[in-house]
């Protein structure tokens, strides 16, 4: 049986990930069997959006459970979408994920970053969040523009660029993305390589745990690269 191909979805509290997903979801193959698992602590406010009307996709929630993830991928499924939780260090959940997909026979496939652009203007002190996302994508999707200036949006892009950052950079409009089924494309295109296969005879943990710099940790138990806390910028308040 072919392995279910996982999408996560990273992005903080109110930076519009569910309408996102929902308009991803219509890029999936006719054919396919979707699971959306989000996070409990986000499920009632996620039921709000376009994903609790019916579709004919399979509802899972996960759950932090002393640094793991915990959830199972129901049988049969073809298309995994994750949805990190918006308050949390998403690298902490990245680490758990490179764990998880492979002890749960799930192949990453592509891991976005939906970005509050509204947020991430009016607080730089969160370049170094959006950094850490960042490094893990495959795609960004410039979300929440709505008075944000052409031209901080403009220097957002660039920056990654002018770094060689080979992720793909897209505005969305209205929550709609241009083609949902080439953001699905699973050719990967991140600057990360923690999810990539074992190259040298290695176990991929070993490999990846040890090159990838988000991971790094000091003697003294805190990370290398420490980024901002999401929660003193995006409250519990948020929209999804």
Same mark, same amino acid.
């Given at each position: 049986?072919?392995? +279910? &191909? +996982?999408?996560?979805?990273?992005?903080? =509290?109110?930076?519009?990930?569910?309408?996102?997903?929902?308009?991803?979801?219509?890029?999936?193959?006719?054919?396919?069997?979707?699971?959306?698992?989000? $996070?409990?602590?986000?499920?009632?406010?996620?039921?709000?959006? +376009?994903?609790?009307?019916?579709? @004919?996709? %399979?509802?899972?929630?996960?759950?932090?459970?002393?640094?793991?993830?915990?959830?199972? %991928?129901?049988?049969?499924?073809?298309?995994?979408?994750?949805?990190?939780?918006?308050?949390?260090?998403?690298? *902490?959940?990245?680490?758990?994920?490179?764990?998880?997909?492979?002890?749960?026979?799930?192949? $990453? =496939?592509?891991?976005?970053?939906? %970005?509050?652009?509204?947020?991430?203007?009016?607080?730089?002190?969160? #370049? !170094?969040?959006?950094?850490?996302?960042?490094?893990?994508? #495959?795609?960004?999707?410039?979300?929440?523009?709505?008075?944000?200036?052409? !031209?901080?949006?403009?220097?957002?892009?660039?920056?990654?660029? !002018? =770094?060689?950052?080979?992720?793909?950079?897209?505005? %969305? &409009? &209205?929550?709609?993305? &241009?083609?949902?089924?080439?953001?699905?494309?699973?050719?990967?295109?991140?600057? @990360?390589?923690?999810? *990539?296969?074992?190259?040298?005879?290695?176990?991929?943990?070993?490999?990846?745990?040890?090159?990838? $710099?988000?991971?790094?940790?000091? $003697?003294?138990?805190?990370? *290398?690269?420490?980024?901002?806390?999401?929660?003193?910028? +995006?409250?519990?308040?948020?929209?999804?």
């Amino acid at each position: 049986m072919t392995a +279910a &191909k +996982a999408y996560i979805i990273l992005g903080a =509290a109110g930076s519009g990930r569910y309408e996102i997903l929902a308009d991803l979801l219509s890029g999936v193959p006719a054919s396919g069997r979707v699971t959306v698992c989000v $996070p409990a602590a986000e499920r009632n406010r996620a039921d709000a959006t +376009a994903l609790g009307s019916g579709e @004919s996709h %399979v509802w899972a929630t996960w759950t932090w459970d002393d640094g793991e993830i915990d959830t199972e %991928v129901p049988e049969g499924t073809t298309h995994f979408f994750f949805v990190t939780e918006g308050l949390r260090n998403p690298v *902490d959940q990245i680490e758990a994920l490179s764990h998880w997909l492979p002890e749960n026979g799930v192949e $990453p =496939a592509r891991i976005l970053t939906v %970005v509050h652009c509204r947020l991430a203007q009016e607080n730089p002190g969160l #370049d !170094k969040w959006y950094d850490a996302c960042i490094h893990f994508s #495959d795609y960004v999707l410039l979300n929440r523009r709505e008075g944000v200036s052409e !031209k901080w949006i403009r220097g957002f892009r660039e920056r990654y660029g !002018k =770094a060689f950052y080979p992720c793909i950079f897209e505005p %969305v &409009k &209205k929550g709609r993305i &241009k083609n949902p089924a080439l953001v699905l494309d699973p050719l990967p295109r991140r600057l @990360s390589h923690l999810f *990539d296969g074992d190259t040298e005879g290695e176990p991929e943990e070993a490999v990846a745990e040890t090159t990838d $710099p988000y991971l790094v940790r000091l $003697p003294s138990g805190k990370r *290398d690269r420490e980024i901002p806390d999401i929660g003193d910028y +995006a409250g519990s308040g948020q929209s999804v």
